[in-house]
């Protein structure tokens, strides 16, 4: 027996291999210590994936046309998606999720989203945060840098309100391109996520990595962006915040001086500013910060994604300064 000709098979057949080779395809590369652990995963509720707090998963969603658009989100905080124009890859989107260094450890949901016209599938994966050793540092520095009168107090609060403000209007293209420069070359004073015991006060972890270098050594910009905000704040002194697109941001703080204009268009390896000590710093050095959808990530973590070009630093060959110095977090 033959069956009546059907206009709208083949059009169902195509959407059904689509969906398919979406919930096969899916998938997360993981750059930066970023493994898949079976045996750990299955003893924490079968994980698909883990990394720890402060890390990087590069989530890569292969598509076989007529996607229109991608979106995450992974513990309230949204994802943008971008289509991957490598070409060792495969034809799709790919999403950048930052793991906040204060993420509480344990297994939590990430959900895509996949559009294609007026349908949309939604997937969920189970993401097992892992908790990372932090250092602890001891810091002595003069009272009035650590206590706040009435007046500071005020100038921190303003500035904070002024800094969430930028943040929360995220460009809505991507910015960057191909590889990240790191900013300075020089010595590694701080590390990131350390907590900081200030004239034996415990404040908040440190949210970037120090980098000494000489007073007036260039600094970098790690990737193409526009400079959406230059500041001169009580904590973090001279600095600039490029805007890299899709919620990813790069700091530069406690500058001697800074080079660019609030608007400014920049190119990766562009410099932006020269190492100071400004606001509150032992001597010094640059305090470089990365915010991923509002996560707070290892910087270094840029360094090591599957992202690369042909830029090079412009920073200075790697030095050693002797009683360079550290910044210290908001109390």
């Not at 609030?262 to 010094?284: C, F, H, L, W």
């Amino acid at each position: 027996m033959r069956w009546p000709y059907d206009p709208n098979a083949r059009c169902r057949t195509t959407e059904r291999r689509f969906w398919l080779g979406a919930m096969i395809f899916l998938a997360v590369a993981l750059p930066i210590d970023l493994v898949e652990d079976p045996l750990q995963s299955a003893q924490a509720g079968d994980a698909h994936y883990s990394g720890k707090q402060g890390q990087i998963l590069v989530v890569n969603v292969p598509t076989d046309g007529g996607v229109t658009g991608v979106e995450g989100t992974f513990l309230g905080r949204s994802l943008s998606f971008f289509p991957d124009t490598r070409f060792e890859e495969p034809k799709g989107f790919v999403g950048l999720i930052g793991i906040d260094l204060q993420d509480e450890p344990g297994i939590h949901e990430l959900t895509v989203k996949v559009q294609a016209g007026e349908q949309n599938q939604t997937f969920t994966y189970r993401v097992q945060v892992l908790k990372e050793k932090f250092h602890v540092e001891r810091l002595t520095l003069p009272k009035n840098k650590v206590d706040l009168d009435e007046k500071s107090l005020a100038r921190w609060q303003a500035e904070q309100a002024q800094v969430k403000e930028m943040l929360a209007n995220d460009s809505p293209t991507k910015l960057w391109q191909g590889g990240f420069v790191e900013p300075v070359a020089g010595k590694r004073t701080g590390i990131f996520g350390s907590v900081r015991v200030m004239n034996g006060q415990a404040r908040n972890p440190h949210n970037g990595e120090d980098i000494g270098a000489p007073l007036g050594t260039p600094v970098a910009a790690t990737n193409d962006g526009v400079v959406r905000l230059t500041v001169d704040h009580f904590f973090s002194g001279k600095g600039v915040f490029l805007d890299h697109g899709l919620g990813f941001y790069s700091m530069y703080f406690h500058l001697d001086e800074v080079l660019v204009k609030d608007g400014d268009v920049v190119k990766a390896g562009q410099i932006v500013g020269k190492v100071g000590a400004s606001g509150r710093a032992t001597g010094p050095h640059l305090h470089w910060g990365v915010k991923l959808n509002g996560a707070r990530v290892n910087p270094y973590a840029l360094l090591d994604l599957p992202f690369k070009g042909s830029v090079q630093s412009a920073a200075p060959v790697p030095v050693t300064v002797p009683g360079s110095g550290v910044g210290a977090p908001d109390p």
